[in-house]
């Protein structure tokens, strides 16, 4: 089991800035790589970006590339979400995780374990 701990949302105005922090504890040699995805009331959860195990290699949303920006610190196996020039259609709650196996990268479907979210406000 992993288990994936999130932290860093809030409220922000248009514009602003905010940087999610998910840390993984448990069984932290198991899965590939990490992903960070978002939901927002009535719709779908949508891919955001991912980041390999080795965090090297990344991928992002089109609609994110260019603003947000995925790190991370393997020590301490935590994965950064740096997210600017945030505007309303970001608002949504944020999600990180974990993927074992070797399937698409942007589905939701593929991952395995989740974190709890943390919502992420930006009033215009």
Not at 115 to 121: D, K, L
């Amino acid at each position: 089991q992993v288990q994936l701990v999130e932290s860093g949302g809030g409220s922000v105005q248009a514009g602003g800035s905010l940087r999610l922090s998910c840390t993984a504890s448990g069984r932290t040699s198991n899965y590939n790589n990490m992903g960070w995805f978002r939901q927002a009331p009535g719709k779908d959860r949508e891919f955001v970006g991912a980041i390999s195990r080795n965090g090297i290699i990344t991928y992002y949303a089109d609609s994110v590339k260019g603003r947000f920006t995925i790190s991370a610190d393997v020590a301490a196996n935590t994965v950064y979400l740096q997210m600017n020039s945030l505007n309303a259609e970001d608002t949504a709650v944020y999600y990180c995780a974990a993927r074992v196996g070797s399937y698409s990268i942007n589905s939701y479907i593929n991952y395995d374990y989740w974190g709890q979210g943390t919502q992420v406000t930006v009033s215009s």
